[in-house]
């Protein structure tokens, strides 16, 4: 019976730890589960990125070819485009097979809702006048209408399944596809519903990357996910470029409407690659530089500086000279390049992820173990109460709502004009900063700048920017209810072929918890918890400290080494609890006895260092041991108990005991054992 008894009351005392042993292990297997099934969805969703990709290839040279097509009135590319269907027919029966491989037959799934019109001004709801294209604004701030909340894909649960069936192709889908293609051999379609219709087929298919950023749970794959979808979608855009400028610049083509919707592309793509630079990792960008760095992408851009510096001047009955063949050929060839760039990317995205999958499978595995131990430890300590418990089951949801392409980025952007003032922001920046949208256009970013922060900074950030370069840094802003917050700051121009600042792009990051983090870190690791003394790491620093100064000064420095005599009893006797009040009282009483400049240092379970600096009477020395002898003789009080305890106090001299931090210690230490053996309560210098 006693010992039933003895075991209801350990259980009692165990009881609080146990519970959180487990319920801690739960925590760790739930999310490790949950990271196994995330890289399992994301390398499904990649492997579907890769089919997609191919099949979008194939279909942005489709668009190009139906458009030249058009617009010569079917004496250019008939031929060359005939084979071009082809290969996308070949990419289209891929993806099927990929379906049919991971979910089911693509014929049996319908999940696009309206079909797209392909004789109208409009393609599932997407104006084709030039203002918009696949759905969305040229700046990137919009997308296909996708619910952007982190649960679901047009009604799909998030995860590959769902986004699979979501992105599924059926035949109708291909029925409009046929139809569309026998528009375009007849002429009786035209170029806005042509590069409307394959636009908002290529969105689809490029939107898969979208849910894989949201199924990251790594900040590198994250930032290169959504580097990627910003690769595709100005290699989209540069389709769309490739298009428009096949024939466009031909004089009755060559209209201001048209260079108006040319510039709106090409800005878009230009944001595009600028954000997919400043998200991918060194050898991405290098390897971009390095496959884009061929004389097709040169001769590419003289033609488009030939578009782009005939804008102003403009005359529609001048004769226009450009070489619309060489346009097509070089900005294919350029398109091929960066789908080289994307191949480089998804195979860095699948290392990275095949990585972090054997990481998450190996801490599931030891999670696991951990998990299966605290249980069983529970249950035969704990059967008696268990068995009357239910298990607690928790599901941690940590799924990151990442936002759509700028205005949905999970980073603060703003557009300014050159001048500085705010055209564009997102709603992460009405987030952070607390301003609505009317309240920051047309302002200054300096709007919500700290009083900290100098406004040589801000000056230092427009000089740079004028310039034409790139700032970067962190600043310290106040947010519209005055809470103070770091943010993480690249701001850059984006500039014409001539050289001329057309924008300012500004994108932000709040780092205001790493830097709370950070602070402390380090506070925990200089003080110890108990007493908030400095601790051991930090007494050596400031004795190092003491050591310069004294030698610099040519005066004394004193190093104490205090050990308590009959600690022991008291946490014996009365607990670790009543030990604990003691050790806080004992460093309250010690400081009291100390200047500003000296420090007390808890180094061990009942021992401080007292480093006195700049001693210029050597009897101050055998002053302050009385004291704090005296001090620590007083009683100590807990609840109703009242305890005693002594010190021996062992002191060595710097220089003349030693010039470094490990000779004074240790001869502090034999000085204090050396009271220690003659009786215990006192102090005594380090005699050699």
Known sequence: MKFKIFNTNLLFFISGPLIGLVIFASFIVNDNLRIVQNNSDINTLIQLSIVNSALVHELQI???????????????????????????DLAFKQHQAFFKQFILSADDVDVWGEQPEVDGSEVNGTE???SGVNGSEVDGSETDGTEADGTKINGSELNSKGVLLSLAINSEHLNSLAKIRSQVDNLSTTSQNLISFYSNLNTVLMNVIIPTVKLANKEGISNLLQ???????????????????????????????????????????????????MLSDISIKQFYQQTMSVKSVSKAKKLRDFVLNNIDNFDPNSDVEFDGTSWF??????????????NFSVEKIKKLTLISADKAKNRLFFSLLYCLLAISLTVVLYYQLAKSLKKQRYSQRLLKKFKMIVDNSPNFIFITTPDGFIEYSNKQCLTMTGYNSDEIMGKKPKEWKAEQTLNAVYDDIELTTSSGQRWTGELLNKHKNGTLYWAKSAIFPVKSNQGQILHIIGIQEDVTQKKLDQESIKHMVNHDPLT?????RLG??????????????????????????????VNDEYGHTAGDAVLKEIGSRIV???????????????EFMVV????????AIDRVATKILNKLQAPFYYQDITMSVGASIGIALCPLDGTTSEELLTKADQAMYSVKKSGKNNYAYYEG
Do not use: C, W
Not at 72 to 83: A, D, T
Not at 232 to 249: H, N
Not at 255 to 261: D, P, R, V
Not at 551 to 568: S, T, V, W, Y
């Open 62 to 88: 489709e668009r190009g070819m139906s458009n030249v097509y058009i617009q010569s009135k079917g004496l250019e590319f008939k031929y060359e485009l005939n084979k071009q269907r082809q290969a996308s």
């Open 128 to 130: 084709v006048d030039g």
């Open 227 to 277: 580097a990627y979808f910003n690769l595709i979608q100005a290699k989209e855009y540069a389709g769309l470029e490739l298009a428009f400028l096949s024939k466009m610049p031909e004089k009755d083509n060559f209209t201001h409407t048209n260079l108006q919707n040319y510039i709106r592309v090409q800005t878009a793509q230009q944001l595009n690659l600028e954000a997919f630079l």
């Open 329 to 342: 050929e070089h900005a294919s060839q350029r398109i091929n390049l960066l789908k080289k760039v994307e």
């Open 532 to 536: 908030g003394l400095p601790s051991l």
């Open 540 to 569: 050596k620093d400031r004795l190092e400290q003491g050591i310069l100064s004294a030698q610099r000064h040519k005066m004394i420095m004193a190093l104490m080494f205090i050990d308590l005599d009959g600690f022991k009893t």
């Open 592 to 606: 009291t006895e100390l200047r500003l400049t000296d420090t007390i240092a808890r180094i061990g379970g009942d």
């Open 612 to 619: 006195l600096t700049n001693v210029k009477d050597p009897q």
